[in-house]
């Protein structure tokens, strides 16, 4: 595939991903715009459209049988993200340099202690 086939591959499934959201009832689109933007605050890229796109079919289910948004994301829409994400740790720059300090931190400890 060239990166042409590829860039033009994506924008086709993020507009039909967009169409797919615009169709959902009010109030589930618009939580679904604000944890869509929430989270690409910490996405790598390209991959993270399959985590949108199986929020959005959660979201599609939950519609049709119309399950309240406090039902399907509880009250702490973070806390729901944050769980959506940690499913996730390869698609996301959030969980990388949370593991880059964690490493860090154990390296500074470690050479602490060896110098002790």
């Known amino acids: 595939m060239t990166i042409l086939n590829k860039l033009i591959g994506d924008?086709?499934?993020y507009r039909q991903f967009k169409r797919?959201?615009?169709?959902?009832p009010a109030d589930y689109r618009?939580?679904?715009?604000?944890?869509?933007?929430y989270m690409w605050n910490f996405a790598k890229g390209e991959g993270f459209m399959a985590v949108l796109e199986?929020?959005?079919t959660m979201f599609q289910e939950n519609a049709?049988?119309?399950?309240?948004?406090?039902s399907l994301i509880g009250s702490d829409?973070?806390?729901?993200?944050?769980?959506?994400?940690?499913?996730?740790?390869d698609e996301l720059w959030l969980i990388t340099?949370?593991?880059?300090?964690?490493?860090?931190?154990?390296?500074?400890?470690a050479d602490d202690r060896n110098q002790n």
């Open 20 to 24: 797919d959201v615009a169709a959902l």
């Open 11 to 13: 924008k086709k499934r």
């Open 97 to 109: 340099y949370q593991n880059r300090l964690r490493q860090t931190i154990q390296e500074i400890i």
């Open 77 to 89: 829409p973070v806390a729901f993200c944050d769980n959506i994400m940690a499913q996730y740790p």
């Open 64 to 70: 049709a049988d119309q399950v309240p948004i406090t």
């Open 54 to 56: 199986g929020i959005l």
């Open 30 to 37: 618009d939580t679904l715009l604000a944890i869509e933007k």
